[in-house]
């Protein structure tokens, strides 16, 4: 059975891979993804705060009094909270590029323009096969339009591709008015893939200690869904690759994600949940219902129920919404 795909340029043995996670910071683990099957590795984050909270650290240390930037490293998060600094994600890169036989994706994370950017090329010089550019943005400056945030997006995009020659996905959240006209410049701004969707973590409200506090809930496989239909949108309507994150625990989301168009399957609430071995299990239950089904090969599958394909597109569209509405009964 041929489960191979053609992922951002390149020929994995299977879409299945881990996503962006702590599972990458440790080499144990990592050698245990690649024993498990993953068709490659894709690293944690690497965050612009953590780079330009460094680059303040160092130049106060050796151009002015330690207390003249307290005001705007107090801006960043603790260093403590970051587990890998800029230098040890690099060197990070270097050896799990060493220590496994399949391609290493890294991931950085950010949203302005900026020196910061400069972290792509060293990425790329360390080894790394492919790099995801993690834009996690939440508007809430009033004078920032939509249209604006785009073009700081697309700006971002244009500037890593200038700085290095592997390629670039995009990982996106499904904030956009429209989010297939934004994912169309994207790939004419140099993008070789999307990967839909960043999860949103939420903070909550503690009302007895009056203050904001953090929540971290991992995913569940009703979450796919909103993933599903916008796989679908996209899926042979642009070239690249299309990437799912969130919501994947089963065989049946990763099959559901490959027929909505998928190149890419991306685990991480799964694996924390339940080990790098999870990994193998799903495709082996993958591989058994594409022969029970008799299917030829994945790709014989993949988009067999995209927007085009599927016989019934408005279920992708508006009609989904009515006709679940219309349809309910007590």
Do not use: C
Not at 159 to 180: D, G, N, T
Not at 268 to 280: D, M
């Amino acid at each position: 059975m041929d489960l191979s795909t053609r992922y951002l340029g390149l020929t994995l043995a299977h879409p299945l891979m881990p996503g962006a996670s702590p599972l990458s910071e440790n080499l144990d683990r990592v050698r245990r993804l690649e024993d498990a099957g993953a068709a490659a590795i894709v690293m944690h984050s690497l965050f612009e705060e953590q780079i330009v909270m460094e680059e303040l650290a160092t130049r106060a240390a050796i151009d002015r009094p330690a207390e003249s930037f307290a005001e705007a490293l107090s801006y960043f998060p603790n260093p403590s909270e970051f587990r890998l600094g800029p230098d040890e994600y690099l060197e990070q890169v270097r050896r799990i590029k060493a220590a496994v036989r399949v391609p290493v994706i890294a991931s950085l994370n950010g949203t302005t323009p900026g020196g910061w950017m400069r972290y792509a090329r060293l990425i790329a010089e360390a080894g790394a096969d492919a790099l995801e550019l993690n834009v996690y943005v939440v508007p809430a400056d009033p004078a920032l339009s939509g249209a604006g945030l785009e073009e700081r997006t697309l700006e971002l995009v244009r500037s890593v591709r200038q700085a290095v020659e592997i390629p670039v996905a995009v990982k996106l959240s499904p904030f956009y008015s429209s989010l297939p006209h934004f994912a169309a410049r994207l790939v004419d701004a140099g993008a070789a893939g999307l990967i839909l969707f960043n999860r949103f973590l939420q903070p909550d409200i503690d009302i007895e200690a009056l203050e904001v506090r953090r929540t971290h809930e991992l995913s569940t496989s009703s979450e796919l869904r909103l993933r599903l239909r916008f796989l679908a949108i996209l899926s042979g309507r642009l070239p690249g690759s299309l990437a799912v994150t969130g919501g994947v625990h089963t065989a049946a989301d990763a099959i559901a994600a490959i027929m909505a168009g998928a190149h890419g399957v991306q685990m991480v609430s799964a694996l924390l949940k339940n080990g790098p071995e999870h990994l193998k299990r799903v495709r082996g239950e993958v591989e058994a219902w594409i022969e029970a089904h008799e299917y030829s090969s994945l790709e014989q599958m993949r988009g067999s129920l995209n927007l085009a394909r599927s016989g019934n597109p408005a279920a992708f569209e508006r009609a989904n919404y009515v006709h679940i509405l219309q349809g309910w009964r007590p």
